[in-house]
């Protein structure tokens, strides 16, 4: 199986890439995870959403090849970044490559709340005409890492925190599982 990360941040050292990259790791026996290079995307601009900017073509053919997507996403100001949002603009014209593709966010910051604001505004805009993904349904099927610093161990560069891996592999599972059902 094939799934391909979009991550919300740009940063070097952003914990959500970390997650991602745990993420690529913990299930390479599940599945493959490209990380996608959504930094470089042009601003979306309707004048060129039917002649694409290179950049966008191959983003939308990677998530067009792609079994499911997985969106590691930091929140910014309790919505997404602007990063995300302006990817996530380009995919929903065009082929409109993510109507009925499995979805699963998920999210990291260090306060309380683990994304849980941005990933609400985040099911909004993945449930709009243009994008129509599929997901889980949000109880208990929800990815947010509350306090990251305390949950990457040593240097940070890897989710440990063991409850929270738990979590992640029953989440991921049905992930898995809605892919072959679907
Ligand atoms: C513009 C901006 C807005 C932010 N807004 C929020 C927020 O609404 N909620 C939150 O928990 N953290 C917020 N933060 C803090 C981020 O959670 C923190 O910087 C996090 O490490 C970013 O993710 P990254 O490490 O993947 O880059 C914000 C950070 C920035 C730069």
């Known amino acids: 199986m094939k799934l391909i990360a979009l991550v919300g ?20 026996g599940k599945f493959e995870l490209d990380i996608a290079n959504i930094g470089t995307l042009p601003f979306f601009d309707q004048d060129e959403e039917e002649n ?7 983003l939308s053919g990677q998530v067009a090849a792609a079994d499911g997507v997985l969106i590691l ?14 990817a996530l603009d380009w995919l929903s014209r065009g082929d409109k490559v993510l ?3 499995p ?18 505004h985040l099911r909004e805009i993945l449930s709009s005409p243009g994008i129509q993904a599929a ?17 990457f161990g040593e240097g940070g560069a890897r989710l440990t925190d063991e409850r929270t891996l738990t979590h992640i592999d029953v ?11 679907r």
């Open 52 to 58: 694409p900017p290179e950049s966008v073509r191959k």
């Open 103 to 120: 979805v699963l966010a998920a999210g990291a910051s260090p306060g309380m709340y683990g994304t849980l604001r941005g990933q609400l």
């Open 73 to 86: 996403t930091p929140e910014y100001n309790w919505s997404v970044p602007g990063v995300l949002k302006n």
């Open 171 to 181: 989440v991921v599972d049905r992930f898995l599982e809605l892919i072959r059902h």
């Open 9 to 28: 941040s740009l940063r070097r050292e952003s914990v959500n890439l970390k997650l991602a990259l745990t993420l690529q790791e913990r299930y390479r």
């Open 99 to 101: 109507i009925g593709k």
């Open 135 to 151: 997901m889980l349904p949000p109880a208990g099927n929800e990815i947010a890492v509350a306090q990251a610093p305390q949950k």
